[in-house]
């Protein structure tokens, strides 16, 4: 369910009518539906009301801060993968006691930051970061909250680059090791053991991963428990999957139902990190068609969004669904969508079946809210598009589009390398 919808032949979102948008802050635009957000933070949440738990929304499907703090207004908090996703948390006004940390590689200026902002919880992904941070708690005079992230290994039967929760990734402590790592932990000075975490993939369309998953958490949870290591946090990590194209995975209530019953009497707080399942299908990408080309063997439709706006279809062969913001009655063709990029795997779509489309109109790439913006760069020095929050009729430009200047931002010429040619 989502708040993208044609009236009378004209996308809108919300109460607003997208070319209106296209036409007030230009092309291409990230457009984020508030209704759609808080739609799908209250149904997961909703949908877990029945135990103590806590929703803590991946940053790196969407970092915008006026998201971030949106979603902290319905009482979410955040998973974090970096320092500098740590200083966007704590700028949209989300409590450090509502943040836990993952990541395979924090540095000690990360371990730091998070340490003097006394985050409620480390998700530690080896036995080298454990003594790592302890050191640094140490150092500061500090305790680390932590949990062990766990590879149950579990295939998660999702595309290879987001199956996190294998043996053969790098992600957590297998499972077989985990025991032993708890021991060091408790062993450990300025070491407070608090849970037990998870994150086995992206994009997850069926329940019995997550099952599988819960299952050998909960024989470990109680192996500890008999150790007198007592787990106050179950982190499942996210992973639940949307529909892209023809996708079926379970709705959140199903989800949770799966999970609830396989609880089985453990009372621990759960803490979840979804990320797609809110933002995704949250959020479009609005650009236009500046060409249309035929060649020999294909039809091309040329639009001003690139890979390095939107790098999905590009880098995971992903599909979005792709639609002309005026829908009219026309014949359609099987076309490839292109960006500007000088690259040959730069496309939003391939061989795909749409209406005839003109040089100048707008198409709404769907689905783009999460790893969209947040996945986007400035190859072929293109400024990053704005991104733009609706509400009802009212919008909000929440990161303007950058500027020539902000492309250079950092640079400079020394004068060494300057014999002569002057710097406008
Ligand atoms: C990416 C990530 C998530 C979010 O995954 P989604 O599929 O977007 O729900 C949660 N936890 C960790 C540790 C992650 O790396």
Redesign the pocket.
């Known amino acids: 369910m989502n708040h993208f919808s044609y009236e009378q032949d004209e996308l809108y979102c919300e109460g607003i009518p997208l070319r209106k948008l296209a036409e007030a802050v230009g092309t291409p635009c990230y457009v984020y539906s508030c209704a759609t957000l808080r739609q799908h933070f209250n149904v997961f949440d909703h949908a877990f009301a029945d135990v103590p738990h806590m929703i803590c929304f991946?940053v790196?499907?969407n970092s915008n801060i006026a998201i971030l703090n949106l979603l902290g207004s319905f009482g979410g908090g955040v998973?974090i993968?970096s320092g500098g996703e740590l200083f966007r948390a704590l700028k949209a006004g989300i409590p450090g006691d509502r943040i836990v940390y993952?990541?395979v590689g924090k540095t000690l200026d990360e371990i730091d930051y998070a340490l003097s902002e006394d985050i409620l919880m480390f998700?530690i992904e080896s036995t080298q970061e454990l003594e790592v941070i302890a050191a640094r708690a140490k150092f500061l005079g500090r305790t680390a909250r932590i949990a062990l992230?766990v590879n149950p290994d579990v295939d998660p039967k999702t595309h290879p680059y987001?199956s996190?929760g294998m043996k053969e990734n790098k992600?957590g402590i297998d499972i077989e090791s985990a025991i032993n790592a708890y021991e060091q932990a408790r062993g450990l000075g300025h070491i407070q053991i608090l849970g037990v975490?998870c994150?086995i993939?992206?994009?997850?369309t069926e329940i019995a991963p997550f099952v599988d998953t819960l299952q050998r958490l909960r024989v470990l949870i109680e192996h500890l428990e008999k150790m007198q290591i007592t787990i106050r946090f179950l982190d499942l990590?996210?992973?639940?999957?949307i529909v892209y194209d023809q996708e079926e995975p379970p709705h959140p209530r199903e989800y949770a139902q799966a999970i609830l019953q396989k609880l089985n009497g453990l009372s621990c707080t759960l803490i979840f990190?979804?990320?797609?399942?809110?933002?995704?299908n949250a959020g479009v990408l609005l650009t236009k068609v500046l060409y249309t080309k035929r060649t020999a063997i294909k039809n091309f439709i040329i639009t001003d969004a690139g890979m390095n706006d939107l790098i999905r279809p590009s880098f995971y062969g992903s599909y979005h669904q792709i639609q002309p913001v005026e829908r009219t009655n026309r014949e359609t063709q099987v076309v490839d969508v292109v960006g500007p990029i000088c690259e040959s795997g730069d496309f939003l779509a391939r061989d795909r079946e749409l209406p005839l489309v003109k040089a100048g109109e707008y198409l709404t790439v769907m689905s783009a809210g999460?790893?969209g913006f947040s996945m986007g760069s400035n190859y072929n020095s293109r400024p990053r598009p704005p991104e733009v929050l609706v509400r009802g009729d009212q919008y909000f430009i929440i990161r303007q589009r950058e500027t020539w200047d902000d492309l250079i931002r950092g640079e400079s010429v020394p004068d060494l390398l300057n014999p002569g040619l002057s710097l406008s």
């Not at 993939?201 to 997850?204: E, H, K, V």
């Not at 990590?237 to 999957?241: A, C, D, E, P, Q």
């Not at 990190?273 to 995704?280: A, C, N, T, Y």
């Open positions: 991946s790196k499907s998973d993968v993952s990541g998700n992230r987001i996190t992600f975490d994150h993939g992206s994009q997850l990590g996210g992973g639940l999957g990190e979804p990320g797609r399942v809110i933002v995704g999460a790893y």
